[in-house]
């Protein structure tokens, strides 16, 4: 379980295709802290670390990726160099500053248009058919794993979408800084929903 709060951004430093995908993300995590074994949510992907090191380069963590997995997420999303926003898994005691997020996309959306608000920012999400009906006004929603509130839901002739306003905080604490029409994202409805 997770929070939706972002605690690092990461990197896909490597990426080595095996049966599956043995992805190896740069962190700012102190690898003597993760266990193998231990989950990490990779942009809101619940993955298992299989490997952990620090080198030259810094600190990292290796993680595999199943065919199912990468069919499920957003297209592009495990590419060399892409930034990823990185959540430990819950522990019992924990604040739970965002919503229960289970780390399971449940669809991949995609980011209609962002505009300036205040010092804020309006993001415009089109949400998959399949999942139109568990998103709420005010209610939460995970993209790419980050916990945001939506302000409102619409139904249209391109289909349903959401808006989301980013403060500048989230936006510099998570890979939203560089939103942009056009990009895929994946999305988890609220799992009380």
């Known amino acids: 379980m997770f929070t939706g709060i972002i605690t690092d951004i990461g990197t896909i430093r490597s990426i080595d ?6 992805v190896v993300v740069g962190t700012a995590y102190d690898p003597g802290t993760i266990a193998i074994g231990a989950s990490i949510a990779c ?6 670390v299989v490997d952990k090191g620090a080198g030259g380069a810094g600190n990292w963590f290796a993680v595999d990726i199943s065919g199912e997995t990468v069919s499920r997420t957003a297209p592009g999303q495990w590419t060399e160099g892409r930034p990823l926003n990185l959540e430990r898994a819950l522990k019992v005691g924990d604040e739970l500053g965002g919503h229960i997020v289970t780390g399971h996309v449940d669809g991949v959306g995609e980011i209609v248009s962002v505009e300036p608000t205040g010092d804020s920012t309006k993001l415009t999400v089109r949400v998959p058919a399949d999942l139109a009906a568990h998103v709420a006004g005010k209610g939460s929603v995970a993209v790419d794993g980050i916990s945001l509130t939506v302000n409102e839901v619409t139904d249209g002739p391109d289909g349903t979408q959401f808006t989301l306003n980013i403060i500048p905080h989230t936006a510099e604490q998570t890979t939203l800084v560089g939103a942009e029409a056009g990009r895929a994202v994946n999305l988890e409805i609220d799992i009380l929903a």
């Not at 295709?17 to 043995?22: A, E, L, S, T, V």
């Not at 942009?43 to 298992?48: A, N, P, Q």
């Open 43 to 48: 942009s809101g992907v619940c993955l298992t």
């Open 17 to 22: 295709q095996r049966g599956d995908m043995r």
